[in-house]
């Protein structure tokens, strides 16, 4: 029983409501945790129904493996089928497509045929490895969608376009690679290594590895636990997880694309030839780029150091705070309290500057509030040295 591929529209399918991610709702909706659930979930079934998807159960007998567990066609289409064997390993294949699949083994991927190999990757889980390996062959191109692996291992291969994009690996390899064009982006890496590779142009957004464990420092409190042990890409996080996942990439995107069209403003517009104007990119992309809403607030009150007229702004504000609340501490002059706003905000802004002449003493809390003001001042004043030469020296 070998199984067919199709493709999304073909006429012999009825209509789905969606066109791949099947797998991942059979494993998650039957509550499939590792290989041994899922054999045991199948019970000897040769076809399963989930939903509108229909997944064919195979062996290596049923592919047709030799006793090496390798694959001889040239091409190894599948699609909605559980390989249920130890290892599948292709070496003659150039056209490499896998939808919707899952192996209770390691997929191992090479070639020996000396033309360039296409290899495809959506939504796919393996057990034990994926390994593309060869020598100094090419890969083009190399896509690999919502793909789950304890080992991911890419070694010394040739690639034009090279995409991970949605995976997640406990570990990942790339090894001896060389690459026009590297995007690994909205991926949970784990651990990862690279060793004696050549990129030309690499889009990598943060928060794809856990940093500590470069340092063999593992965070515990980790979903995505250090080593292949641990990690179980059989278990899909609940739908709630995937969505929120989804609606990042998204917002992702979009902020990537608002970047990219700020950029080229900034490099080749007129616009660059306008301080105010060019300012105003260099804000807005910041704004863009912004991680979070705390460093959002952070921005707009500073004008991401490009507007110097908000630092001024902030640091007045600071001032007149500082004041009010100096009122509420003790502040002597001449023995005597400081009880008006015009010699509190005085003392206010001697101390912002940090000139400090001494003729007013803070005492009790106000002496706390006075060291935490001066910090304030030397960071705003430096914000807006900085601010000033962003706007009109750079």
């Not at 969606?18 to 899922?38: A, E, P, T, Y």
């Not at 991911?152 to 060389?178: I, K, Y």
Request: aromatic residues 10%.
């Amino acid at each position: 029983m070998v199984p067919q591929y199709f493709e999304n529209g073909d006429g012999a399918r009825p209509y789905r409501h969606k066109q791949i991610g099947h797998l991942l709702d059979l494993l998650r909706d039957n509550g499939i945790q590792d290989q041994q659930s899922l054999r045991e979930w199948i019970g000897g079934r040769s076809v399963i129904k989930h939903n509108d998807a229909e997944f064919q159960v195979v062996t290596a007998q049923d592919l047709g493996l030799d006793e090496e567990n390798r694959w001889y066609p040239p091409e190894f289409k599948i699609r909605e089928v559980i390989v249920d064997c130890e290892e599948v390993l292709l070496q003659n294949s150039s056209n490499i497509i896998i939808r919707d699949c899952a192996f209770l083994g390691s997929l191992i991927i090479g070639n020996k045929t000396g033309r360039p190999l296409s290899l495809s990757l959506d939504t796919v889980v393996v057990g034990d490895r994926l390994i593309v390996y060869g020598n100094d062959f090419t890969v083009s191109p190399a896509s690999l969608t919502d793909v789950r692996s304890p080992l991911l291992r890419f070694d010394n291969f040739q690639c034009d376009d090279l995409h991970l994009s949605g995976c997640a690996f406990a570990s990942t390899q790339l090894t001896r690679l060389t690459c026009d064009v590297l995007s690994v982006a909205y991926n949970q890496l784990g651990t990862l290594e690279v060793t004696d590779g050549k990129f030309k142009s690499v889009r990598f957004p943060p928060g794809q590895v856990d940093l500590p464990s470069l340092l063999h420092r593992p965070k515990s409190w980790t979903w995505l636990r250090r080593g292949s042990a641990a990690f179980r890409p059989f278990s899909i996080p609940p739908r709630r997880s995937f969505d929120e996942a989804a609606d990042e990439i998204s917002r992702g995107e979009a902020v990537r694309r608002l970047a990219e069209t700020l950029n080229f403003l900034q490099e080749h517009s007129e616009d660059r030839f306008s301080r105010r104007d060019a300012a105003e990119l260099k804000y807005l992309r910041a704004r863009a780029e912004s991680p979070g809403h705390l460093s959002t607030v952070l921005i707009f009150l500073t004008g991401a150091l490009v507007k110097p007229i908000r630092v001024v702004g902030l640091a007045a504000a600071t001032i007149i705070l500082f004041a009010f609340a100096y009122l509420y501490g003790e502040l002597k002059y001449d023995g005597k309290n400081v009880e008006t706003v015009l010699e509190a905000l005085y003392f206010s802004g001697l101390t912002f500057t940090t000139i400090g002449y001494g003729d007013i003493t803070p005492m009790g809390f106000a002496r706390f509030l006075a060291v935490l003001e001066g910090l304030l001042g030397i960071v705003l004043s430096s914000a807006f040295v900085v601010s000033l030469v962003r706007r009109h020296i750079e």
